[in-house]
């Protein structure tokens, strides 16, 4: 859980393994947009900046957090990647919607991950309003989009 301190976007390259040698797909939901590009373009440039090729990032588009499982499924199924990065963001509402939606992404994430060889990172905000999920997304709490490829790049090379 992030704190009022905790920026999300920091970390130590010198602790990460070099990804050039890997490829990567990102799969992004296009619900609440404006929070997931931003996810998304913290995790591209983290990779980069990590070592990864632009080449070797794959990026698919979902209509929401709940394709997610199904996109990333494909991904790994299809284009012969070491991780996939699941970007999503589901606010809370009024409804229990929010529930269903984020249990069902945290359990079919899970799933891929028992299921097949390939990681599959759970990049997706589950927040309480749009204030959080904008902090959390390039704000004051920096990009768990970045912490998420850092997770990507740990997790690709650790069966190697």
Avoid at 1 to 25: C, H, Q, V, W
Avoid at 75 to 94: F, L, N, P, R, Y
Wanted: proline share 2%; glycine share 8%.
């Amino acid at each position: 859980m992030a704190t009022e301190n905790k920026n999300l976007s920091e970390y130590d390259k010198a602790t990460i393994p070099n990804a050039k040698n890997l490829r990567f797909g990102i799969v992004v939901s296009e619900w609440n947009s404006q929070i997931t590009e931003g996810l998304y373009e913290g995790a591209l440039e983290a990779l980069v900046d990590c070592g990864a090729i632009k080449e070797n990032i794959i990026r698919w588009n979902v209509p929401g957090s709940f394709e997610l499982t199904y996109g990333s499924k494909k991904m790994i199924e299809t284009q012969q990647v070491d991780a996939v990065i699941a970007i999503g963001s589901v606010i809370q509402g009024e409804t229990k919607h929010f529930d269903f939606v984020c249990s069902a992404t945290a359990q079919g994430i899970k799933d891929l991950n028992v299921l097949h060889d390939t990681p599959v990172i759970f990049c997706v905000l589950t927040d309480n309003n749009m204030q959080q999920a904008i902090d959390r997304s390039g704000g004051k709490h920096g990009n768990k989009g970045a912490e998420a490829a850092v997770a990507a790049i740990k997790m690709a090379v650790l069966g190697q």
